[in-house]
């Protein structure tokens, strides 16, 4: 079968392959991936940065975001049948403890995760995982379940935010939103926080008010700024950073207002340092700081409900976000993106 591999910590290893076609062993399913979604973590192991190959072996298989059909099971899988459609999972124990529902707190080094490390993505013609980490998708949600990894992470996130946040006191009202970045994760945050009622929300960006960033944004009720962030009036009750960048997650937070919750969803790899000085004194107003990568299978299970609910309050804009397609032969073009990309997907068969 015909895989798109990489070599990890080898810079710029990425090729197609051809790899031996896997079999579901007991408790595993063999599926046969539809469309795999890319993102910045897939650069950085393109990068060398980071990554591990299954034991014993060379090569990884990319590709951790991703809807598929079953196609055979492995002996004891009663949860899932043949021709189902599910999302998988990310995250496998190896020695962590933690029930099925907790994996995204595995301690590090106790886990293995499809596409990144010791266990093969499914940017592949066939895959096997484990059955009881799949999470099953309605046929009208087949053409954006794509985008469930990466919705999870948002919904942990915000659910996490809009939980603390009320924990403190019952009387919590936020209003006002800043979402920073309109990437595939800032516009995901867009959606989720529409669909919980939120209507003054504020995207910054660097696109001009022109670009498909900028129009998706208002077209679902939101504001768009392409703009320095201090250009942006007031303060906010809830901040979602989504962009990666130390600076834009120190802007961030000098923008949330007293009460306030921060939700942090970038990974930080540039290697910058701020002063967090003039933040401290600020920080005694009873503010909060979340952070979320990895997701619970209940993060999965609530992205496929918002996918359904937000194709049925927004028509195609949902699937406006993923705007490059290509074949698994044209693979390269996939892992190439530019300011104007959102999502990127490799499609290996027909919706």
Same mark, same amino acid.
């Given at each position: 079968?015909?895989? *798109?591999?990489? @070599? ?20 595993? *399913? ?39 059909? *079953? =196609? ?55 895959? =096997? ?5 799949? @999470? ?89 700024? $392409? ?5 942006? /009036? ?25 009460? %306030? ?13 701020? $002063? ?17 990568? /990895? ?8 992205? =496929? ?9 927004? %028509?195609?804009? *949902? ?6 397609? @290509? ?8 892992? /190439? ?15």
């Amino acid at each position: 079968m015909k895989a *798109v591999t990489v @070599v990890p910590l080898v810079k710029d290893s990425l090729a197609l392959r051809d790899m031996p076609k896997p079999s579901p062993k007991r408790g595993q *399913v063999l599926l046969s991936p539809i469309e795999v979604g890319v993102c910045g973590t897939d650069k950085d192991i393109i990068e060398g940065r980071y990554g591990a190959p299954p034991v014993g072996e060379e090569y990884l298989i990319l590709g951790h975001e991703a809807v598929a059909e *079953v =196609v055979e099971l492995g002996d004891g899988v009663d949860n899932v049948g043949v021709g189902d459609l599910v999302v998988p999972t990310v995250r496998r124990p190896t020695t962590c403890t933690l029930p099925i529902s907790e994996l995204d707190y595995c301690p590090r080094g106790t886990y293995a995760e499809h596409g990144i490390w010791y266990l093969h993505g499914f940017a592949a013609e066939f895959a =096997v995982t484990d059955s009881q980490y799949l @999470v099953k998708v309605p046929r009208e949600a087949i053409d954006v379940a794509v985008l469930t990894e990466p919705l999870s992470i948002v919904e942990k996130g915000i659910d996490l935010a809009l939980r603390l946040g009320r924990a403190r006191f019952e009387s919590w009202s936020p209003r006002r939103v800043l979402i920073m970045g309109a990437g595939p994760i800032g516009m995901l945050a867009l959606m989720v926080m529409r669909l919980r009622g939120f209507t003054d929300i504020t995207v910054t960006a660097t696109r001009p008010y022109d670009s498909l960033k900028a129009k998706l944004t208002r077209e679902i009720g939101a504001t768009y700024v $392409n703009t320095n962030v201090d250009q942006v /009036n007031g303060d906010f009750d809830i901040v979602i950073e989504a962009t990666g960048s130390t600076n834009a997650a120190y802007d961030a937070l000098r923008r949330l207002g007293a009460d %306030g919750v921060a939700v942090l969803l970038g990974i930080y790899l540039d290697g910058k340092t701020v $002063n967090m000085g003039p933040l401290l004194d600020d920080w005694r107003r009873n503010k909060l700081i979340i952070g979320a990568t /990895n997701a619970s299978i209940r993060a999965f299970e609530m992205g =496929v409900s918002d996918l359904v609910k937000a194709k049925l309050k927004f %028509g195609g804009w *949902v699937r406006k976000l993923i705007t490059k397609e @290509v074949t698994l032969d044209e693979y390269e073009y996939a892992y /190439n993106w530019g300011h104007e990309d959102i999502k990127s997907v490799i499609q290996l068969k027909s919706l």
